[in-house]
């Protein structure tokens, strides 16, 4: 697995430090991309892959409207394991819906 990361000044959509659109990871506002960040956004890498990207935004949609964005199936996954830096080492295919 092997996510290249981009940093740039500006991002159009939105207020974050970092987003992840397969098979890249984009941050910026900030020098430094923490280890807790970088996990979180390869958690979102890998589930992107999995779903092959479109699935996953199209997921990743319904669930946010539906459900809101704390609520969505990726997002719990990844800030639920963020803070483990071999949690992919160890993960298992579609852990998200586990």
């Given amino acids: 697995m092997k996510t290249t990361w981009i940093k740039t000044k500006n991002y ?5 430090v970092a987003i992840t659109h ?5 941050f910026y506002k900030t020098s ?3 280890q807790r960040l970088r996990t979180h956004e390869e958690i979102h890498w890998v589930q992107q892959r999995e779903l ?3 699935f996953f935004y199209l997921i990743y949609l319904f669930e946010y409207l539906v459900k809101g964005y704390r609520n969505i199936s990726f997002e719990k996954e990844a800030y639920a ?5 071999d949690y992919l080492k160890t993960r298992k295919r579609f852990q998200m819906w586990r």
């Fill in 12 to 16: 159009p959509f939105g207020r974050f």
């Fill in 22 to 26: 397969y098979p890249f990871g984009i």
């Fill in 32 to 34: 430094y991309i923490s």
């Fill in 52 to 54: 092959f990207v479109i």
């Fill in 81 to 85: 394991n963020e803070h483990n830096k």
